[in-house]
């Protein structure tokens, strides 16, 4: 990859009209490097579930939902070292007291099953999270960059980072978006509650419950209730 490259992807990020658009563009523009899937979220930490912090979502059809149903990044190497480090690192060289668990590797085993061997992540300061993380996926088993290629990985990360706060700040329309019993549903969904579970807590039928999920997936224009809290969070019309 040449440096105009990333100077271009750098100056359409400004242009982008959603999340989606961003997503396309930066999975076009590393696949040049080796990587053919990526995820840009926040860092869970004490406890917090990875799907409402997920802010692209660039893995391969499957993954995403064995990943946090299995609730992985508990044990992943790669998701526990992006908590402790702001220095962008290869997957290969997470230090072995987090890589090397059977945990982990089983993560590691199960993501290969996809597609995915190896990788490069950069964390990054939040001011939605804690720390975020941009991890570029790879189905080479060995991911290679010179440090100019990294600089290069980096430098995208932090504006596509800075893309998706100035699109979250500048929609004006997004109270609009959720009556308060969606953005109910979708906060206890968030916690991790079924809808059954939900609708004791809220005093609702399970089956008026769901039908406010489903109201909440049409709004978005997505197919499931995690793809739903994820925008409901990005969007900050809720709080998990």
């Given amino acids: 990859m040449i440096d105009s490259e990333v100077f271009d992807f750098v100056e359409r990020c400004r242009k982008h009209a959603n999340v989606g658009q961003l997503l396309t563009d930066l999975l076009h523009t590393v696949k040049t490097l080796g990587f053919e899937h990526l995820i840009l979220s926040g860092v869970p930490l004490g406890g917090q579930k990875l799907a409402p912090m997920v802010e692209l979502n660039g893995w391969p059809n499957g993954w995403f939902e064995r990943y946090v149903d299995a609730e992985h990044a508990v044990v992943d190497g790669v998701c526990i070292y992006s908590a402790k480090t702001l220095k962008p690192f290869l997957?290969?060289?997470?230090?072995?007291?987090?890589?090397?668990?059977?945990?982990?590797?089983?993560?590691?085993?199960?993501?290969?099953?996809?597609g995915i061997m190896s990788g490069f992540a950069v964390p990054m300061l939040s001011v939605s999270h804690w720390q975020s993380v941009l991890s570029f996926a790879s189905s080479a088993k060995v991911c290679s960059l010179s440090p100019r290629q990294e600089v290069q990985l980096v430098t995208m990360a932090i504006y596509a980072g800075m893309a998706i706060q100035a699109l979250s700040q500048r929609d004006d329309k997004n109270e609009d978006l959720l009556t308060d019993?969606?953005?109910?549903?979708?906060?206890?969904?968030?916690?991790?509650?079924?809808?059954?579970?939900?609708?004791?807590?809220?005093?609702?039928?399970?089956?008026?419950a769901k039908w406010h999920l489903t109201k909440a997936r049409e709004a978005f224009g997505v197919a499931t209730t995690t793809q739903a809290v994820v925008e409901a969070v990005r969007k900050r019309l809720i709080h998990p």
Avoid: H, M, N, Y
Wanted: proline share 2%; net charge neutral; charged share 25%.
């Fill in 91 to 114: 997957w290969a060289d997470v230090p072995a007291k987090w890589s090397g668990t059977k945990a982990s590797q089983r993560v590691a085993g199960e993501a290969a099953e996809f």
């Fill in 181 to 208: 019993r969606e953005r109910e549903v979708l906060l206890w969904a968030a916690a991790g509650k079924t809808s059954s579970e939900t609708s004791q807590i809220l005093g609702l039928t399970e089956r008026t």
